[in-house]
């Protein structure tokens, strides 16, 4: 669990980007997108709840009264120029409460707290006569920046996945109703054949009348005619009926694989505005460039979209240099971000590229220098890993857009919840090209199975380099180096056996099958028994398994019964590097036995579930539940929750009350509509303000919540003296 200090810190990382996302709505809304509007509006109220759990006074005062000038124009209300410069104020001055957290002198927020509370009273007529909007800004010049974004060209940001086709769900579940009747049927037959296989065999019975011989002979024929007359139709019309029901089912994946695959170009149109959003904010002249479309399914689009952000925000601050320096190296005056998208056959590669000054290594060495005792001696290809350092940041300021250490660390924790890949390759003074590698789908995976020991392993296809045969191994002071010819010439990679990452030990040897893989700054391989041929695989990702390992992050069930393990291809990069390289045979024999496949059972412990649309309350109402000794389901809306609450009962229920899709009172109620749910203890949290919270309590008693609590005076106390007594005796 990570302590108070720790999720206050987390939240003040979070708020670069959470102003940026929050000045891109208001932007956008002011061009035209209208649902940017209430996605805005979730996004102040989150944040009001998640600052005021942390008793952070400032942010969540500031937050509530932002939220109250939204409210007025999603009321009706027509913006003018105060709206947008109060919001715009009141977003900058929420950066600036972060920054500055931890100085002694307290920003002064008065002005930016009148100009909103004017801006309210405008909108709402009791002050002054709203004045009339001022004319919108002439758009950037063709040359400067791409075509301006048409909100009705493209999707609603906040619009689901396409809805499923019902016409055709409903021909297949006829179809399917059909064949369900044709197999009882079938199955009628067979009773029927079993029945006279019965008879046959009174009638061989040597036991029987000797007296009746020929009779029974008779019989005996006439009921295996039948028997294999009916056994014949019945496999005829079985295997009709199965090609049939097999059709169905391929027809309905691909009903259902339609409908939960989106194209890249709302992703795309976002990451653009985002961009341009950043740049016109820090005052550079950047030109954004998006390039190719591909088709993800929305689960991985939801999970790629942060990560892209993050990373042409960066781009445009970090990357791209001030034009003082761009003129100093030789450089256009404008700077250029390019995102482009291939699809192939497995996976989608999003690639962003800018020409700037490059990681700046020089600065990464003193930021790592008390943490990696031998970073002087690392060269710039090593160091990269280190940037996925969660909170790691080089920048000597703290700006509207980055600069608080969430970067690298984000996009890294996104991409691999897919099943992705990060590389990077960044050259100083030329700029930084990073290359994210996603699969299109979450729920199947093409990958390279491999043997190694008692292990049946796999590797995502996307990951894999090349294969080979080692014939020739070079041995470094550094390890076993294979040599591998490239267009750039030849390259040392290092090598290590997959078997001593396991656990199995071993080196590897000449005539030994090895992968070559990627990992974020380069090549390594690993030596294996053997491998076969890319496949498709349905996985079971490792968050559904009843037990963990740092380097397996699925499990593919095989046609024999037995699964082979996914692994993990950058961890198992980062626990091959830090095993002992060619260790003497006395040690290696001394040395204990590293298991990191070692399966771990949790005990049985109380389930809570929170449902919370608020990260950092999430995680903060989690990690309190998680100290005093309860299993943590975690939901981000009360669809979700009502879905993980039936799929697996808890214990105890923490819910808020504002959240997208279902709030928590609706989904309160179906809780007490669901027997094996209705006398699950309810414990509700909230920020609504007293006007509309009285009308809520009293719905909330009705449906026996065992309390309803205060974000903005939360005291975890309370909150654990609650559960504890809802819990009783677990």
Not at 280 to 292: A, I, N, S, T
Not at 451 to 459: E, I, L, N, P, Q
């Amino acid at each position: 669990m990570r302590s108070r200090a720790d999720l206050v810190a987390a939240f003040h990382r979070a708020m670069p980007d959470r102003v940026a996302q929050a000045t891109d709505l208001w932007l956008g809304f002011e061009q035209g997108q209208a649902g940017n509007l209430p996605v805005l509006r979730r996004l102040l109220h989150t944040l009001k709840g998640e600052a005021h759990m942390l008793e952070l006074a400032a942010c969540g005062d500031l937050a509530e009264l932002t939220e109250t000038v939204i409210d007025a124009v999603r009321g009706g209300a027509r913006p003018t120029q105060l709206t947008g410069d109060s919001l715009l104020g009141a977003l900058e001055a929420l950066g600036l409460l972060s920054a500055s957290a931890g100085e002694a002198a307290p920003l002064d927020l008065g002005p930016v707290q009148e100009t909103l509370r004017a801006a309210h009273a405008e909108l709402t007529g009791a002050g002054a006569p709203a004045r009339e909007a001022a004319p919108p800004r002439a758009p950037a010049t063709e040359s400067a920046l791409p075509p301006r974004f048409d909100p009705a060209a493209a999707p609603d940001p906040a619009a689901p996945p396409a809805a499923l086709d019902a016409a055709a769900v409903g021909a297949l579940l006829h179809e399917m109703q059909r064949l369900h009747g044709e197999r009882e049927v079938l199955q009628r037959r067979l009773r029927e054949a079993q029945r006279m296989l019965r008879a046959l065999l009174v009638e061989i019975d040597p036991r029987g009348a000797a007296d009746r011989v020929a009779e029974r002979i008779t019989k005996t024929l006439g009921y295996g005619a039948e028997i294999e007359r009916l056994l014949g139709a019945v496999r005829a019309d079985w295997s009709s009926n199965e090609f049939a029901a097999g059709r169905a089912l391929g027809e309905l994946d691909e009903v259902v694989r339609r409908a939960s695959v989106v194209r890249t170009e709302r992703l795309l149109n976002q990451v653009s505005l985002a961009a341009r959003s950043a740049a016109r904010m820090l005052g550079k002249d950047v030109e954004v460039r998006v390039e190719g479309t591909g088709l993800l399914d929305a689960a991985v689009e939801r999970r790629l979209e942060p990560a892209l952000l993050h990373l042409v925000r960066n781009a445009v601050d970090h990357g791209i240099e001030p034009a003082d320096v761009r003129a100093r190296r030789g450089k256009p005056a404008r700077g250029a971000v390019a995102v482009t998208v291939v699809q192939t056959d497995a996976a989608v590669r999003v690639e962003v590229k800018d020409d700037g000054g490059g990681v700046d290594f020089a600065r990464l060495r003193e930021v790592l220098a008390e943490a990696v005792p031998d970073v002087a001696s690392l060269d710039d290809a090593e160091l990269i890993p280190y940037l996925f350092a969660h909170g790691l940041t080089t920048t000597r300021s703290v700006g509207a857009i980055s600069g608080r250490g969430v970067g690298l660390d984000v996009v890294a924790r996104e991409i691999g919840a897919l099943g992705g890949q990060v590389r990077v390759d960044s050259r100083p003074g030329l700029g930084t090209t990073i290359l994210l590698v996603v699969p299109k789908s979450p729920h199947g995976e093409e990958v390279v199975p491999v043997t190694c020991g008692r292990f049946r392993c796999a590797v995502p296809t996307h990951a894999v380099h090349s294969v080979m045969l080692l014939e020739e191994l070079l041995h470094t002071s550094d390890g076993p180096r294979v040599r591998l010819a490239g267009g750039s010439g030849v390259e040392l990679v290092p090598l290590y056996a997959l078997g001593a990452v396991l656990g199995d030990g071993g080196q590897p040897a000449p005539g030994d099958a090895a992968l070559v893989l990627h990992h974020a700054a380069g090549l390594f391989a690993v030596s294996v028994d053997g491998y076969e041929n890319p496949r498709l695989v349905a996985l079971v990702r490792s968050e559904e398994l009843p037990w963990s390992s740092p380097l397996v992050r699925g499990v593919a069930p095989t046609a024999d019964g037995e699964a082979m393990l996914l692994l993990d291809v950058e961890r198992v990069f980062a626990w091959a590097r830090q095993a002992p390289r060619e260790a003497p045979a006395r040690a290696a024999a001394a040395a204990p036995k590293r298991e990191p496949l070692a399966l771990v059972v949790p005990k049985r412990e109380p389930l809570a579930l929170v449902v919370e649309d608020a990260p950092v309350a999430r995680e903060l109402l989690s990690g309190i539940l998680r100290a005093i000794g309860l299993r943590v389901e975690e939901a981000s809306d009360g669809r979700e929750g009502l879905a993980r609450a039936r799929a697996a009962p808890p214990d105890v229920v923490l819910t808020d009350l504002e959240m997208p899709y279902m709030n928590g009172l609706e989904m309160v109620a179906e809780l007490r509509r669901t027997p094996a749910l209705a006398r699950v203890p309810v414990v509700v949290l909230t920020t609504q303000t007293a006007a509309t919270h009285a009308e809520n309590v009293a719905a909330l008693r009705e449906l026996g919540v065992r309390a309803v609590l205060s974000k903005q005076r939360f005291v975890e106390e309370e909150l654990r003296r609650i559960v504890a007594e809802s819990l009783g005796g677990a």
